[in-house]
């Protein structure tokens, strides 16, 4: 065979290379877009479960229980947050999202027992009626954030960063902030919103210390306080959040999706879930916290199998985001409206992609309807269809959670442990501190 | 029932102080609330809904009257970060000094600081008015997108930077503006609103020694050429 030098593709300047810099010298402008990285890295599916056979006694798969309550800021909240499932949805705003997005985000939640956020720009009336547990999050912009709001919140979340744009702060394209947009962030209308990336009245772990007693004091010391972090130095963070305070420590792996930042950020920065979690459960570890505090972790959480495996690896719960809008629609060919399907391909065609390659929530021009301000394309999502597709997704989630736990021997989710889980890759094994398949060795940690 | 309710915070702690504003003091017929040895605690009366006077007697710490509304909150003495922090309306007045970041986020309501604030005052502010007597440090008005602050002193480098709507007003000396601000003239509608916040904050000055920066606008869009692909 002949090999054709004349159509020999470079590694280092291959055509994405080629057209990154192009796209650069022709705008002289970033590329800005939604979702969150689309880069392999080492993930929860690099592990696998060494489920019961003689050494271990499963569970009966349809007929014994396996218990799923999950509770959430035990340390000195009067009202600790209780779930049903350890599964929780992650703050999204009103904004990026539609108002029929947010409210059947918080049906869903309600009819699965579980927990909804808010996200910048505040708590809608939507979302507060229809979420029986609401987590209402402070951040940097405080756009709408108030103490009436703060006083109906289940629990407060004060968001440090998130994983897709760890030390950047949040976007909002004009074509997204409408009359009702503008007036809950006090902006003006069809402007491109740049929220801030550092809170207006604290700066280090010590002053968030104080922060925190600020808002329990507000509160009367009646629901929990989380403190969400986007992934990058963990176990410093973790141990710096704990000791400020935090009933709740959220990690945001760099798989974790946004509605709009730099693709620089999404791509390059924070590192990936697997690597995270460890970390995070070291940290409480080594101060003596797991009992006191409570771990969530998110970022590319998609399938109850991941559930599990977080679990296994130490997390109480897990927060959901960008799987939650592909379970609504997102990147799906056709949406449904008035009881009827229509193909939503040449809408995709018009913002210059197709389904499944889509990640321009920035736009708000969101072919099926989710993050979206558009009155015509948010008809494309009602809140009943939204609640009911999200329903189904978790209560597989659920259902394939238990489904792993009971055939690891488990009566109760939360009893999944590290030695269930074995890594298929040196990396896994290395990242997540669990022994290759086949082997007793955990790089960096034994050395047979 | 008495008029005026006394706390002494060498005996009791914030907590049990903030439980009686919360929860206590509508239906005692106070008036008036005297805080006693404040000595630098954090976080007193913070989340107050209640048309109630309270006088914090001594210098206190970080977040004091955060979240304020309808009440009239005064500290006779100096205060730490973040006074009066996200402030949805009535009044907040320090007699002596500021640290950072005062009224940091406020939506509405008056603050007033009668001696000099630190960097950031204003940061994020969302509609608040701000009286500062002396003057502010660096940043202040970062980011703020509504309301007035209004400095009888001086004002610290990169004031008002990335301002969105909110306008400030200063009497003596500017070092730089920030980012995407500019100087304005003052105009007989700007010396109306100086007049009105000199007085509500009870400082003589004659408006017309003012300066008016407000925002450029430069920055509301980042490139409306190029299909938003940025
Ligand atoms: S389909 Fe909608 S939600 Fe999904 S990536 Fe595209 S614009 Fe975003």
């Known amino acids: 065979m002949t090999r054709s030098f004349s159509h020999e593709e470079s590694a280092g300047y291959n055509r994405h290379t080629i057209s990154y810099i192009r796209q650069a010298a022709d705008c002289g402008l970033y590329d800005i877009r939604g979702m969150g990285a689309k880069r392999t890295v080492p993930s929860f599916d690099d592990l696998l479960f060494l489920t019961a056979s003689a050494s271990r006694y499963p569970l009966e798969g349809y007929r014994e229980r396996c218990e799923t309550k999950t509770v959430l800021g035990k340390r000195v909240a009067k009202n600790p947050v209780e779930l049903e499932i350890p599964i929780t949805i992650a703050g999204m705003s009103f904004g990026s999202l539609s108002a029929n997005v947010k409210e059947a985000l918080g049906r869903a939640a309600t009819e699965m027992g579980t927990s909804t956020t808010t996200g910048d720009g505040g708590m809608t009336p939507e979302e507060r009626e229809s979420s029986k547990t609401l987590v209402y999050q402070c951040l940097p912009s405080r756009y709408g954030f108030n103490p009436d709001d703060l006083r109906k919140a289940d629990a407060i979340e004060i968001v440090l960063g998130q994983g897709a744009k760890p030390g950047g702060g949040g976007m909002l394209l004009g074509q997204k902030v409408n009359a009702r947009v503008a007036e809950m962030r006090t902006l003006p209308e069809g402007i491109d919103q740049r929220s801030a990336c550092r809170h207006p009245d604290w700066t280090g772990p010590d002053d968030l210390r104080i922060k925190i007693e600020e808002l329990r004091e507000i509160t009367d010391w009646r629901v929990p306080i989380y403190v969400k972090m986007g992934a990058t130095r963990v176990r410093d963070d973790v141990k710096l959040a704990v000791k400020a305070g935090a009933d709740v420590v959220v990690i945001d792996g760099m798989q974790g999706g946004t509605a709009a930042t730099q693709q620089v950020f999404i791509e390059h920065t924070g590192i990936p879930t697997l690597a995270a979690l460890p970390l995070a459960v070291q940290a409480l570890e080594e101060m003596d916290a797991c009992e006191d505090v409570q771990l969530i972790i998110s970022g590319g959480i998609r399938s109850g199998g991941d559930v599990a495996k977080a679990l296994a690896l130490g997390a109480d719960a897990v927060s959901i985001g960008q799987a939650i809008l592909i379970a609504l629609g997102c990147n799906h060919d056709t949406y449904l409206q008035n009881g009827q399907e229509f193909d939503a391909t040449s809408d995709y065609e018009k913002l210059g992609t197709a389904p499944g390659y889509c990640h321009h929530c920035h736009t708000g021009l969101c072919p099926v309807g989710i993050t979206t301000q558009d009155p015509v394309l948010e008809k494309r999502l009602t809140p009943e269809v939204g609640a009911r597709r999200l329903r189904n997704y978790l209560q597989v989630l659920n259902m394939e959670l238990t489904t792993l736990a009971r055939a690891c021997g488990k009566s109760n989710v939360h009893h999944l442990e590290k030695e269930d889980l074995v890594a298929l890759t040196v990396e896994a094994a290395a990242m997540a501190k669990v022994p290759l398949a086949g082997t007793d060795w955990i790089p960096g940690r034994s050395s047979t | ?230």
Not at chain 2, 40 to 52: F, P, R, T, Y
Not at chain 2, 114 to 128: D, H, L, P, V, W
Not at chain 2, 143 to 157: E, F, H, K, S, W
């Open chain 2, 1 to 230: 029932m008495d008029a005026v309710k006394q706390f002494d915070l060498a005996q009791l702690t914030v907590r049990e102080v903030n439980q009686y504003l919360h929860h206590e003091l509508s239906g005692s017929g106070a008036a008036r609330v005297e805080i006693l040895h404040p000595d630098g605690m954090h976080s007193i009366a913070a989340g107050l809904d209640a048309d109630v006077a309270v006088d914090i007697m001594g210098h206190a710490g970080y977040f004091i009257a955060g979240m304020n509304k309808r009440a009239s909150v005064t500290i006779h003495g100096n205060v730490g970060w973040s006074v009066a922090e996200n402030i949805m309306s009535g009044v907040v007045r320090v007699k002596g000094h500021a640290s950072e970041s005062a009224a940091a986020s406020g939506h509405g309501g008056l603050v007033v600081i009668e001696g000099n604030a630190s960097s950031r005052c204003g940061i994020s502010m969302k509609g608040c008015d701000i009286v500062v007597g002396g003057s502010v440090g660096h940043f202040s008005a970062f980011m703020a997108q509504a309301g007035t602050l209004l400095v009888c002193g001086d004002t610290g480098p990169n004031l008002g930077d990335s301002l969105y709507e909110a306008v400030i007003y200063v009497r003596c000396t500017m070092h730089c503006v920030g980012a995407d601000s500019r100087e304005e003239p003052l105009e007989a509608a700007d010396e109306a609103e100086v007049a009105r916040l000199l007085s509500a904050a009870g400082m003589e000055f004659s408006p017309r020694e003012f300066k008016k920066v407000a925002s450029a606008r430069s920055l509301y869009h980042w490139n409306a050429d190029v299909h938003q692909e940025y």
